[in-house]
């Protein structure tokens, strides 16, 4: 068992790549040279923005005079009244320039529109119509600049009875049937944790806009993209809505997991073992007697079975650091996992010899870590640099107007 | 939907080579059908995508069949493969024999796109890893979906959506206010990856157009998951805070929750974030005293008394519909929803007005809705969905158009079992 202890915390911060400060990189990266306008607030529209930034498009952030809401949002490296104290802004908005504009105003709106004439790809998450109300939405940008990508990122979409609802994360989970069958059974329906639902409805705007660029490389033209989380959540719900088509209702589970010593496991018993993998795990357990029992010796058997099976299997995990127990029924070819929390995953030996983590300086807070690339292709990069402060880049951008 | 001319989909004239199962890697290249590209779907008569189910099912077999009938081609019929191998042509090639490879290879010269989610090493184990597929074809883009990632000393650990969420840090914040973590019944990391992928494949036709060599793209299933919950890594990384389970509650709205309505098991999700959403949610419940009241006068203090709140929005939601309830509370601008069963969605009047669902006529399951794409574009409309095909079923057509095999040499590969439209039976 020592072989693991390799994996133990705590891994030295300098396995992470350190990254001071980075200039535009203009010259690479797949989306070098596209210029991207990011009117979007809060999370969905802004994690779109930022996957372009990553793949090298150079993003300019437009906020109002008073910032995204996100800048107020928790969880906050310091003091809460700080705008440029909020991690989950941080984390939306690396590798864009800010700027700040009124669009009510219609000298800014102006400024605004002439910045939309200049980019290939426009990000807004507004209530569907408003800028079409201040002359900016996709009819009135797409007359003088016929190839803009505008992609809309809202809770319901640009059309549908619903189209003015408001939305947040739970609630494009609960309409989406995403979170019925999420929670235990004598419980109500439970949310997957964080803002799950708005970086999924952000990865569809990203994908949407990387086909959209593709059609316009391929065929010429621009077009408005129409994102809407609940569309979005209705996809992730990958069983719910067929299942009960062809007669089988899904419903809240108990859950599989086990207490081990720091923490929860599931030993993955139940599916994907090969014949002759039990007696090992048996062996391993201290109970070899199990590996005749009829109640475990197939996975049918253990899956109806299952309580026991844990309460077996709990016996012996329960004296174990959750880690050992992944690596060593993972060697055995289980699909075991391992609950890891945010401390786990910056000491995780897989993440790290992926350099998955990027540190990033800030002249406040100090180092803070970000998780890198959503995908890698070849040696391409992943740019990264910092969430910019409240109109940090007016002066550069906007001049003297 | 109208039919768009097949060449005037946005996808035209791309093909793919999918040799992905479960959810992941079927999600991500049934959109590259819907967009118009020509997906192949190969899958081997001794190892189906588990999707199908087993070739020979027992009576007790977990899976969902319509109406809980087995048939003649179970394989055929299993709800998740019907869902998920929409829009794609099937082929059955055994990539364990010597012909078998050479046929795949010969397929890949013709192919823009592979996508494969296989334990890691297999297709090196196979001979027909990255190095082999762009040998035969170097403008390949060779989409490598794994649990892992194609590199690091866990590389070829295997997974499951739950187990992902799991490793991932998903469960840790995800869970009722107990802390015990819980997973998603949904896998989610699996549609996501699906959505994430087919943008990772715009990029990567991109980069070839741009150097006109194609590449390896290697995505890890558990770094996409991680990155749902970045601003957690970030706020360790500065404060040493580590996230845990909140149930339905928010760090930054309150009241939120789901609530009780009328019904069995009737729920109606609200969130009020602001103050003018917390009046309008007094409005609705005719509670115009409260917006005075000082245990709820902001964020804070409703944050601190949440429980009371949560029994007063209860006592209000108990006798509602849990639509109407949604209408109610929307119409004062309150963000809110119904908590949707499956089976209500595909009724819901605004995503069918949105035109989302397409109704198949599925020649084993029969007529149902199907999930389409998780976006509109203005111009560029998706295809009709194409019913996911038998096992084999393209297999002339395929074998025989692309690499020019002759109907009686397609026999021949038929009696040595390369091919065929019938699983082995240990399938």
């Not at chain 1, 998780?371 to 969430?387: C, H, S, T």
């Not at chain 2, 949904?186 to 990772?200: H, K, Q, T």
């Not at chain 2, 006798?319 to 119409?331: E, F, N, P």
Request: hydrophobic share 40%; net charge negative; proline share 6%.
């Amino acid at each position: 068992m020592g072989k693991w202890n390799v994996y133990r915390r705590p891994l030295p911060r300098t396995r992470f790549q350190v990254i001071w400060h980075i200039e535009m990189q203009s010259n690479e990266g797949v989306l070098s040279g596209i210029k991207v306008l990011d009117l979007s607030q809060g999370v969905a529209g802004p994690f779109c923005a930022k996957f372009l930034a990553g793949l090298g498009a150079e993003v300019i952030k437009v906020e109002p005079a008073g910032g995204d809401p996100a800048r107020r949002a928790r969880p906050f490296f310091g003091d809460s009244d700080n705008l440029e104290s909020s991690a989950l802004f941080a984390y939306l908005n690396t590798s864009k320039k800010g700027v700040t504009l009124d669009l009510d105003v219609p000298g800014q709106a102006r400024s605004l529109k002439e910045l939309a004439q200049d980019s290939d790809i426009l990000v807004e998450s507004f209530a569907p119509g408003y800028l079409d109300s201040l002359g900016l939405g996709y009819d009135d940008l797409s007359e003088t600049n016929p190839g803009l990508i505008h992609v809309s990122v809202t809770p319901f979409g640009q059309a549908g009875p619903y189209r003015g609802y408001k939305g947040s994360d739970i609630v494009a989970q609960a309409m989406g049937a995403l979170m019925y069958t999420i929670g235990l059974p004598d419980r109500e329906p439970l949310k997957v944790g964080g803002e799950s639902a708005l970086y999924a409805t952000g990865i569809s705007a990203f994908s949407a806009a990387m086909l959209a660029l593709h059609i316009r490389d391929t065929q010429g033209f621009g077009q408005h993209v129409d994102i809407s989380a609940m569309d979005v959540m209705t996809v992730a719900q990958i069983h719910s809505s067929i299942n009960e088509q062809f007669g089988h209702i899904p419903v809240r589970r108990p859950t599989n997991l086990v207490r081990a010593k720091d923490g929860w496991v599931s030993p993955g018993l139940e599916s994907g073992v090969q014949q002759g993998t039990w007696p090992k795990i048996c062996e391993l357990m201290g109970v070899p007697e199990l590996a005749e029992d009829d109640r475990f010796t197939t996975q049918e058997a253990r899956r109806t079975n299952q309580q026991a099976l844990l309460e077996v299997v709990g016996s012996w995990a329960a004296t174990m650091p959750k880690e050992e127990i992944y690596h060593t029924l993972q060697s055995l070819r289980t699909i075991t996992g391992y609950v890891a929390t945010v401390e786990d995953l910056l000491v995780s030996k897989q993440y790290a010899e992926r350099e998955f983590f990027r540190t990033l300086a800030d002249p406040v807070y100090g180092d803070v870590v970000h998780p890198g690339p959503p995908f890698r292709m070849d040696d391409d990069g992943w740019q990264l640099f910092p969430a910019p402060r409240l109109g940090e880049h007016n002066e550069e951008i906007l001049g003297g107007a | 939907m109208a039919a768009t001319p097949k060449k005037d989909l946005a996808l035209h004239g791309l093909r793919v080579l999918d040799l992905s199962q479960v959810a992941a890697g079927p999600y991500a290249t049934m959109f590259f059908g819907y967009m118009g590209a020509e997906v192949i779907k190969l899958e081997s008569r001794f190892r189906m995508d588990i999707n199908r189910g087993r070739a020979r099912p027992g009576l007790n077999d977990p899976r969902v069949y319509p109406g809980g009938v087995q048939g003649e081609r179970p394989y055929d019929r299993t709800a998740h493969h019907v869902h998920r191998n929409i829009n794609k042509l099937s082929v059955t090639l055994n990539l364990a024999e010597p012909k078998g490879k050479e046929l795949f290879l010969g397929l890949i010269k013709v192919c823009d796109v592979l996508v494969e989610n296989y334990r890691s090493s297999v297709m090196d184990r196979l001979g027909l890893g990255y190095d082999s597929v762009s040998r035969a074809n170097p403008q390949l883009i060779y989409l490598k979906i794994s649990s892992q990632g194609a590199t690091g000393p866990e590389a070829n650990y295997g997974s499951l959506g739950s187990t992902l969420e799991q490793t991932a840090g998903l469960a840790s914040i995800t869970g009722y206010e107990d802390g015990l973590p819980l997973m998603t019944n949904e896998v989610y990391p699996d549609p996501v990856v699906g959505i994430l992928s087919f943008g990772a494949l715009m990029a990567a036709l991109r980069r070839r157009r741009q150097t006109g060599r194609g590449c390896l793209v290697d995505l890890s299933q558990r770094e996409v998951t991680s990155m749902l919950l970045g601003e957690s890594v970030l706020d360790f990384s500065v404060t040493g805070r580590i996230a845990a389970t909140m149930g339905n509650k928010h760090r930054d709205i309150a009241p939120q929750g789901v609530y009780s309505c009328l019904g069995e098991d009737m729920w109606v999700a609200v969130s009020a974030g602001t103050d003018d959403e917390w009046l309008g949610l007094c409005r609705a419940m005719g509670r115009h005293e409260l917006a005075g009241d000082p245990r709820f006068k902001d964020t804070g203090s409703r944050q601190a008394n949440h429980d009371a709140l949560d029994e007063i929005i209860s006592s209000w939601t108990r006798g509602l519909d849990h639509y109407q309830a949604m209408h109610l509370l929307q119409a004062e601008g309150v963000p809110a929803g119904a908590v949707l069963k499956g089976s209500e969605t595909i009724i819901d009047p605004h995503i069918e007005a949105r035109g989302f669902w397409d109704v198949v006529d599925h020649p084993e399951a029969g007529i149902y809705k199907q999930t389409t794409t998780p976006w509109i574009l203005s111009k560029s409309p998706r295809q009709p969905t194409v019913p996911a095909a038998g096992l084999g079923e393209h297999n002339y057509q395929v074998l025989g158009g692309l690499l020019g095999l002759s109907i009686s040499e397609i026999d021949t590969l038929v009696e040595q079992g390369i091919t065929g439209d019938v699983p082995d039976p240990s399938a």
